[in-house]
């Protein structure tokens, strides 16, 4: 049973505008989640993390947004640009313990 | 980019054959880890290391054995591989820091295992 979900395989945007990926939990206690980019036949790279005491973390183009009570977080990449094509998991964890991973979200950033 | 690597990067065997992956970090994380990726499933855990010879089972244990006599080095067995365990192999290391709320993990660049 998926633990993690990101329920939109694919997505498509124009460069320069907002990507927004998505990703839903079921686990009430799960307290931290992470964001990874990967690239085809390379291994998975960090992208950005939030922990359950903040609602919204940043860097750089990249924020993620955390809604505790809907069980629901987003990564938002502004603006897009080519290079941001990839594709994209969410992964969650309880206290850093075993972490599970969505399926996936192939972004695609049109030039 | 955390000092990972993995051998081989590719394999293929036989159902039935013995195979050990090897992931070798040069970063001295306490944590290591064996996921595989399959389409439909995204990344899932099979073993874990959070020290010298101390490992735990993950979400897909069945099947696979590991080891970690050296810091540096976790190795993955599968005794007698089968057509199912076709996959991509990921190591990933982390050096949890509780009281930072710092968990997160590196991976190294996978291994492609094909069971025919």
């Known amino acids: 049973d998926q633990q993690v979900k990101q329920n939109s395989p694919s997505l498509s945007v124009q460069e320069g505008r907002i990507s927004i990926l998505n990703c839903d939990y079921t686990?009430?206690?799960?307290?931290?989640f992470l964001w990874y980019k990967k690239y085809p036949a390379e291994g998975p790279t960090f992208l950005i993390s939030?922990?359950?005491?903040?609602d919204k973390n940043e860097d750089g183009r990249f924020t993620v947004f955390l809604n505790k009570s809907a069980k629901h977080l987003s990564l938002h990449i502004v603006p897009s640009q080519p290079g941001d094509s990839a594709v994209y998991f969410c992964?969650?964890?309880?206290?850093?313990?075993?972490?599970?991973f969505g399926t996936g979200t192939s972004l695609t950033v049109i030039p | 980019d955390a000092g990972i690597t993995q051998s081989p990067r590719h394999k293929v065997t036989e159902t039935g054959t013995p195979v050990t992956l090897r992931c070798h970090q040069t970063?001295?994380?306490?944590?290591m880890y064996w996921y595989r990726q399959d389409p439909g499933h995204g990344l899932r855990l099979i073993h874990y290391?959070?020290?010298?010879?101390?490992?735990d089972k993950g979400e897909v244990s069945d099947g696979y054995s590991v080891s970690r006599s050296k810091t540096e080095d976790f190795l993955l067995t599968l005794e007698s591989a089968t057509s199912s365990q076709t996959s991509v192999y990921f190591c990933?290391?982390?050096?949890?820091?509780?009281?930072?709320?710092?968990?997160?993990?590196?991976f190294g660049p996978g291994t492609r295992l094909t069971v025919t």
């Open positions: 990933a290391i982390s050096n949890p820091i509780r009281d930072l709320r710092s968990y997160e993990q590196y």
């Open positions: 992964a969650a964890s309880e206290a850093g313990n075993q972490f599970y």
């Open positions: 939030i922990s359950s005491i903040k």
């Open positions: 686990n009430s206690m799960f307290d931290y």
């Open positions: 970063e001295n994380h306490r944590y």
């Open positions: 290391s959070y020290g010298v010879k101390d490992t």
